[in-house]
């Protein structure tokens, strides 16, 4: 009753209870005055009668001085939150896991999973372990062993450092963690971040985690997730990504009883991609090796013109496989129009006081700090290497030129390309109808004001996309019908993707098992045997983007395109100069390279000093 009437009291001050005071107190002099609250209490007021003024007076009082909203939030509504930044689905426990591993100086991680990690993500290893002590410490949030000073974040050394890994996962499914530092083995049980058992085991080196039921007490975050087989496929990549550059470890995925990979340890990169992908494929892949004091870069790139059929762009900085935008578009840069996306995977090695790394909840991005320098390093050395090494063609036919003036005679291009945003598409005016083909790769022409380059797979690859997209799917049948017999996992994307395709023009006949045959394909389309092995599997590539006409065209146009290094004859390289300036954009091809590089006489003379 203190606190009610103190309250009222304050609010009287305010004019906000005259309404109920005022009622009983009808003196002339006072009428317009409010009562003190207290004298209320001294007053012949009925209860109800008090009741229903007390209730009016209230409303009053909170649609004019409303309660705070802004609240703190309970520990654990806060540390479910904090949990949800760092693991977002499966494969964010897998990723957090196998780089405790690797911190642990592990040589065998093994990996299992149930339902794409959504029911069970474990995750076993053979390194150093923790005591007792330390394992009860390491499920606290912010408890590591890798910083204790705002200095250390400067000189990062390992994987993790945050101390959030684990608290995180045990906030957000069953957690159990059975550790052993070679003196005693403990087990610890939790649910819902707390501790619920602790036990003594007899392990006897190394750490296993087991994560189920993940995110069973966040529906909403639950029903976020995809399909197993699409968390499935993120496990995948993401064990294969951290086995290529930890070659020296061997990796296990499995799901069930059936092993999805098994990478023994091996002795480099090569050696381990061998083991991924095509032995054949990966020896013609270049190694990148410089080293440059405190600053190294190590890898594999593609030549030119390597056209294999499997996508690698993988960038490592001090082996943690990162995103980097700015250095994967300089090395898709350093090709100068390649005639298919370049495959590559490097290790940029660098003091950690030149890197920030903390600039990511889930620690995919990192930062550079003389990031202009290592992306001239990384563009030059790409550069060096791959054209330095292009091969060189003999040719017996002489390339006979007409005669220009001296002042534009030149022995070294200049890479000048068009503006993506030309306002017009109206082919250059090229003085001659002859055309010449450099290194059966690109086809030069003269013009009134210069020269163009065209490189002519991209420049078909343009023809061949805006041809698809702009057919209703009228068909041409072929008078030898190509059959393919497709591997499961193809076959299933065939399923999935036929109706499109059909819509698009193809027409597929359907055999017993997994035998197809391709019947008919878009009008004014030309497609080999050759061009269809691996067809189905570059699509599944495609996610969920695989029934989308563009992305399938983007497959197809690469995949039939005229090749770099294929010879063509006048009429051939006149007829795509002819189309590609009938397209709607001939300047850029579908995947955003450019397709024509203009070269005037002025740009020649400035090269030349005059």
Same mark, same amino acid.
């Given at each position: ?9 304050q609010?009287?001050h ?6 109920l ?111 007792r ?23 990062i ?15 957000v ?11 005693e ?14 036990i ?8 296993? &985690? ?29 064990v ?33 991609l ?10 013609k ?20 013109g ?15 496989? &990162? ?29 950690p ?16 700090k003389?990031?202009r320098y ?19 063609r ?11 003036p ?20 109206t ?11 450099l ?10 004001t ?97 029934n ?42 579908p ?17 030349f000093?005059?």
């Amino acid at each position: 009753m203190e606190v009610l009437m103190r309250y009222l009291y304050q609010a009287s001050h305010h004019n906000c209870i005259a309404r109920l005071t005022g009622q009983y107190h009808n003196s002339s002099r006072m009428r317009n005055r409010p009562m003190h609250p207290y004298s209320i209490i001294s007053q012949k007021i009925s209860p109800s009668t008090f009741s229903h003024s007390f209730l009016l007076t209230f409303t009053s009082l909170f649609i004019k001085y409303p309660m705070p909203v802004i609240r703190i939030l309970p520990p654990e509504v806060r540390s479910k939150i904090a949990a949800g930044e760092v693991i977002v689905r499966p494969v964010s426990v897998i990723k957090e896991l196998i780089e405790n591993s690797l911190d642990a100086g592990a040589k065998r991680i093994e990996v299992e999973i149930e339902a794409g990690g959504k029911k069970k993500c474990m995750v076993n290893d053979d390194g150093s372990g923790m005591s007792r002590e330390d394992a009860l410490l390491s499920v606290e949030r912010y408890a590591t062993s890798k910083i204790q000073t705002i200095e250390d974040i400067e000189d990062i050394k390992t994987f993790g450092f945050r101390g959030e890994a684990l608290a995180s996962i045990a906030q957000v499914s069953y957690f159990e963690l059975e550790t052993s530092d070679g003196k005693e083995g403990t087990k610890l049980i939790m649910r819902d971040g707390e501790i619920k058992d602790v036990i003594d085991t007899q392990r006897t080196r190394g750490t296993r &985690v087991k994560v189920s039921e993940l995110f069973y007490n966040l529906p909403a975050r639950r029903k976020f997730l995809k399909s197993d087989d699409y968390e499935r496929r993120l496990i995948i990549d993401l064990v294969r990504t951290y086995a290529i550059i930890q070659p020296d470890v061997h990796f296990i995925l499995s799901e069930g009883n059936r092993n999805i990979l098994n990478l023994a340890p091996t002795k480099d990169l090569k050696s381990r991609l061998s083991q991924i992908y095509s032995e054949s494929k990966i020896e013609k892949l270049i190694p990148v090796n410089l080293n440059l004091g405190e600053i190294s870069i190590n890898g594999l790139i593609s030549p030119l013109g390597f056209n294999e059929g499997f996508n690698l762009n993988l960038i490592y900085v001090n082996s943690r496989p &990162v995103k980097y935008p700015r250095i994967h578009r300089v090395i898709i840069e350093s090709y100068q129009s390649p005639q298919e996306p370049p495959v590559y995977a490097i290790d940029i090695k660098i003091p950690p006081r030149e890197l920030d790394v903390n600039i990511h909840p889930t620690k995919n991005e990192v930062k550079i700090k003389e990031e202009r320098y290592v992306i001239d390093i990384i563009s030059q050395l790409i550069k060096n290497k791959i054209f330095l090494r292009a091969p060189q063609r003999e040719y017996k036919q002489e390339i006979v030129t007409e005669r220009v003036p001296d002042d534009a005679r030149f022995v070294q291009d200049s890479l000048i390309p068009y503006p993506s945003g030309v306002p017009t598409r109206t082919p250059p005016n090229t003085e001659t109808t002859e055309f010449w083909q450099l290194h059966n790769t690109y086809i030069l022409a003269q013009t009134s004001t210069g020269m163009i380059i065209v490189d002519q797979h991209v420049a078909h690859e343009r023809i061949i996309y805006e041809s698809i997209m702009n057919n209703t799917g009228s068909s041409q049948h072929l008078l030898f019908p190509i059959t393919l017999n497709l591997n499961p996992e193809e076959y299933r994307i065939y399923e999935l993707t036929k109706e499109t395709l059909k819509s698009m023009g193809f027409e597929f006949k359907e055999f017993s098992g997994r035998t197809i045959v391709l019947d008919a394909l878009p009008v004014d389309s030309k497609i080999t045997r050759e061009d269809l092995e691996g067809f189905f599997s570059e699509i599944g590539t495609l996610g969920k983007l695989m029934n989308q006409k563009s992305e399938l065209a983007k497959v197809i146009a690469c995949r039939v395109a005229i090749k770099a290094g294929q010879k063509l004859n006048q009429y051939e390289m006149q007829n795509i100069i002819d189309r590609l300036f009938a397209c709607e954009n001939p300047f850029i091809c579908p995947h955003g390279r450019p397709i024509v590089i203009k070269i005037t006489l002025d740009d020649l003379a400035r090269r030349f000093g005059r």
